[in-house]
């Protein structure tokens, strides 16, 4: 085969897996992303566990402290709880350093803007760094193991540092 055939076939093997690629991580957009997303800003504890394997681990490093499915789900209860009671509102974002998947798993890390709005309208942002390992199970992705942290690199998580990684949305191109 000639060398110009052969930078071809990989120009287009390359272009293939970038596709599929593309593709799953479309996919985990809409099956965990956009409904965590969407249970935060909702405050819907259940749904916000619906993206979570049976098998998830929950590590916090700022806390520390590990959970296993049933904890996380306990403490996202309480947590979503108490913001009604509080009547705050809350908005989230993520944003993105890398996403590294299969067709089984995957790994995505970045930052995440945590939003609350009192009764008064004043607003409180947090910055955060996570890693999430995820598994397919059956047609779905699941979050196997979900990490956060309040610094990057042992650095406090900035607002510049959150904006300047790459927004969901520009995953779905």
Not at 32 to 54: C, G, H, I, T
Request: net charge neutral; aromatic share 12%.
């Amino acid at each position: 085969m000639s060398k110009s055939k052969t930078l071809t076939v990989l120009l287009c093997v390359f272009l293939s897996w970038d596709s599929v690629a593309q593709n799953i991580q479309k996919e985990i957009n809409n099956q965990v992303w956009r409904v965590q997303l969407d249970a935060m800003n909702s405050n819907q504890a259940d749904k916000f566990m619906s993206v979570m394997s049976d098998d998830v681990i929950q590590v916090s490093y700022s806390r520390p402290t590990i959970t296993n499915k049933e904890q996380f789900h306990n403490l996202a209860r309480s947590t979503y709880k108490r913001i009604v009671e509080k009547k705050l509102k809350r908005s989230m974002e993520f944003r993105f350093l890398k996403r590294i998947a299969d067709g089984s798993n995957a790994f995505e890390d970045g930052f995440y803007k945590y939003e609350l709005t009192d009764e008064k309208l004043a607003k409180q942002e947090y910055y955060g760094y996570f890693q999430v390992v995820l598994r397919k199970e059956g047609e779905s992705w699941k979050v196997l193991v979900d990490y956060d942290s309040d610094n990057y690199s042992g650095l406090p998580v900035t607002k510049e540092l959150f904006e300047n990684a790459k927004t969901l949305d520009s995953y779905d191109n």
